[in-house]
């Protein structure tokens, strides 16, 4: 089955603007995690939400989880030009410990 | 801070060779993945590895695959027989235990099958 998949795949805006992207998944979850990619580089962790969490908080970063709709957002507040990366959420569908599942991604694009 | 690092940064092989890709976890990490992100698509779980076993592996992880932590330090994947679509990005992961939920990636490795 299909797990964290994002919309919108794309997603172009100013700089100083906020930029939200949401990711839809089917089954039961552990967690959810938002990883950051840039062009051609490696993943780099921003934030785990727990499935008994509603939302959380780090620095420009907001993240909510809606388990009845098996649904997250991301959002980034002021964006800057060095946000510019694909986001992808990724869901631990068993335990701790087991296989991320990752959806395809959405690709943002901040402009100064 | 601790990183996990992976080497080479890139390789390119000619099909039908074999390929060993090296990650060096996080110290004191006992959790270790494979993943692949073969280009402009999702990143793909292939297999897990703790106390010297598979603990887990995806249907891409067939016989031409295999894992191995030879030294106690680095982790490392081999594929024996590469073909055109292993072309692809591989990416470590680690973490420190099960309890810990937060998998830590490499770099990556980009592999081209010519």
């Known amino acids: 089955s299909q797990q964290g998949e994002e919309d919108p795949q794309a997603l172009s805006i100013q700089e100083g603007e906020n930029a939200t992207m949401n990711c839809s998944y089917k089954?039961?979850?552990?967690?959810l995690q938002w990883y950051r990619q840039n062009s051609g580089r490696g993943l780099v962790h921003l934030i785990l939400?727990?499935?008994?969490?509603r939302e959380k908080h780090s620095g420009r970063l907001r993240v909510t989880l809606d388990t009845s709709k098996k649904s997250s957002s991301l959002l980034i507040t002021a964006s800057r030009a060095a946000d510019t990366a694909s986001y992808f959420c990724?869901?631990?569908?068993?335990?701790?410990?087991?296989?991320?599942?990752f959806g395809k991604g959405t690709t943002l694009s901040v402009s100064s | 801070e601790p990183e996990v690092t992976q080497t080479p940064s890139h390789q390119v092989t000619q099909m039908g060779q074999e390929v060993i890709l090296r990650c060096v976890p996080i110290?004191?990490?006992?959790?270790f993945y494979w993943y692949r992100q073969i280009l402009g698509q999702k990143v793909e779980f292939l297999v897990s590895?703790?106390?010297?076993?598979?603990?887990?592996k995806s249907e891409i992880f067939d016989d031409q695959f295999s894992v191995e932590r030879p030294d106690g330090s680095n982790f490392t994947l081999k594929i024996r027989s590469t073909k055109l679509e292993d072309s692809a990005m591989y990416f470590c992961?680690?973490?420190?235990?099960?309890?810990?939920?937060?998998?830590?990636f490499g770099p990556g490795t980009r592999l081209l099958v010519l």
């Open positions: 990724a869901t631990d569908a068993r335990q701790a410990g087991t296989a991320l599942i």
């Open positions: 089954t039961s979850i552990n967690n």
């Open positions: 939400i727990r499935s008994n969490e």
């Open positions: 110290s004191n990490h006992l959790y």
């Open positions: 590895f703790y106390n010297n076993e598979i603990s887990e």
């Open positions: 992961a680690t973490i420190l235990a099960a309890y810990q939920e937060t998998q830590y």
